[in-house]
C-alpha cells in the first residue's frame, strides 16, 4: 500500500545551526508533498509545500527539495531558533480522493 | 478570517457510548476532512467531504460516519467505542481549488475508558 517514511525520529541541533528531515514515499502518483509542523496540544500548520513539477522551494528560513526519481523529499531549516521546536510531519497525497499519506514525524529539539 | 474551530477540546467516554464530534471549516474552503492520531504517531485518513458527499474513505470501520452541512461543517459520529478509538480527532479543511491543500484545526481529544 501507499506509505511514507520519514527520518530521523528526533534531531538535536544546536540553534543556529541548520536541520534536515528526509522523507521517502512510495506512490508514483503523489504529486503534492506538504509539511506540517505540530506543537503540543495543537492541530498541525502547513509550514510548506510542494507540488511534481517543482523540484525546489523556498520560504525564508524554510526549504523543501523534491527528488521524483528516487521517490525523496526534504525539508531544511536554516538558522534554528527555540520556537522551530515540535514534531514535524512530511505528507504525500495519495492515488485518490486528496487524502495525505502521513510520516510518523519527527521532534526537532534546538538546544541553545 | 477565521481559520478552522474544532468541538468539544476534549471528551471522556466509556467503550460503547456513541460520541458526535464538530467542525467548522475556514471561510470559503468547502472540502472537509477528518483524520485520527494516535500518541506519537503520524495521522491516519478517515475520510473526505466534498459538497456535502463522501469523497473518500480510508480504512476505518463503518461505526465511523460523517456528515457535511451546506454552510460546509461537518460532523464526525463514532459509534460503539471502543478503546483503541482514544486519539486526537483531527478536522482540516481544503479550498475548493485546491482539495489537497488541507488546513487543520486544533483537534478534539477523544479518551475512551
Known amino acids: 500500500g501507499e506509505n511514507v517514511e520519514q527520518h530521523p525520529s528526533t534531531l538535536s541541533v544546536q540553534e543556529g545551526d541548520s536541520a534536515v528531515i528526509k522523507c521517502t514515499y512510495s506512490?508514483?502518483?503523489?504529486?503534492?508533498f506538504p509539511w506540517y509542523k505540530q506543537e503540543l496540544g495543537k492541530g498541525p500548520q502547513l509550514i510548506i509545500d510542494i507540488r511534481s513539477n517543482v523540484g525546489e522551494k523556498k520560504d525564508q528560513r524554510i526549504a523543501v527539495t523534491l527528488n521524483k526519481t528516487a521517490k525523496h523529499f526534504s525539508l531544511h531549516i536554516t538558522e534554528t531558533q527555540p520556537e522551530d521546536s515540535a514534531v514535524y510531519f512530511c505528507a504525500a497525497s495519495g492515488r485518490s480522493n486528496y487524502q495525505l499519506i502521513w510520516g510518523a514525524g519527527t521532534k526537532l529539539i534546538i538546544k541553545p | 478570517e477565521t481559520g478552522v474551530t474544532q468541538s468539544p477540546t476534549h471528551l471522556i467516554k466509556t467503550r460503547g457510548q456513541q460520541v458526535t464530534l464538530r467542525c467548522s471549516s475556514q471561510s470559503g474552503h468547502n472540502t472537509v476532512s477528518w483524520y485520527q492520531q494516535a500518541l506519537g504517531q503520524g495521522p491516519q485518513f478517515i475520510f473526505q467531504?466534498?459538497?456535502?458527499?463522501?469523497?473518500g474513505r480510508g480504512n476505518f470501520p463503518p461505526r465511523f460516519s460523517g456528515l457535511q452541512f451546506p454552510n460546509y461543517s461537518s460532523e464526525l459520529n463514532v459509534n460503539a467505542l471502543e478503546l483503541d478509538d482514544s486519539a486526537l480527532y483531527l478536522c482540516a479543511s481544503s479550498p475548493s481549488g485546491s482539495r489537497d491543500e488541507q488546513f487543520f484545526g486544533p483537534g478534539t481529544r477523544l479518551t475512551v475508558l
Open positions: 506512490d508514483s502518483a503523489s504529486n503534492y
Open positions: 467531504y466534498y459538497r456535502e458527499e463522501e469523497n
